[in-house]
Nanobody
Framework: QVQLVESGGGLVQAGGSLRLSCAASGRTFSRRFMGWFRQAPGKEREFVGG????????YYAESVKGRFTISRDDAKNTVYLEMNSLKPEDTAVYYCAAGWFGSSRHDTYEYWGQGTQVTVSS
């Protein structure tokens, strides 16, 4: 069992930065692939990026590549999503998720956080 709690969302102007955190509990966290997803109103949940259990491999959606960075600190049971050069189209509820293998498909993830709102004003 893995419990996930996101934090760090908020309102930011276009061009600004935010860092989201995903605090996890559960013994298997360090062996889990961790993904970040987002969902804007009226849109489907989309893959933002993910990080392997070792932290050695990261994956990003084309729309955020070069602007977002995912990292993990297994000693703190936390995964981070550093977001820079934010755009209004990044506005969404952001979720972290835990799975056993890397995938951009949300239905392959076993555990989800409650989400945190990110709003980027123009």
């Amino acid at each position: 069992q893995v419990q996930l709690v996101e934090s760090g969302g908020g309102l930011v102007q276009a061009g600004g930065s935010l860092r989201l955190s995903c605090a996890a509990s559960g013994r298997t966290f360090s062996r889990r692939f961790m993904g970040w997803f987002r969902q804007a109103p009226g849109k489907e949940r989309e893959f933002v990026g993910g990080i392997s259990w070792s932290g050695g491999n990261t994956y990003y959606a084309e729309s955020v590549k070069g602007r977002f960075t995912i990292s993990r600190d297994d000693a703190k049971n936390t995964v981070y999503l550093e977001m820079n050069s934010l755009k209004p189209e990044d506005t969404a509820v952001y979720y972290c998720a835990a799975g056993w293998f890397g995938s951009s498909r949300h239905d392959t993830y076993e555990y989800w956080g409650q989400g945190t709102q990110v709003t980027v004003s123009s």
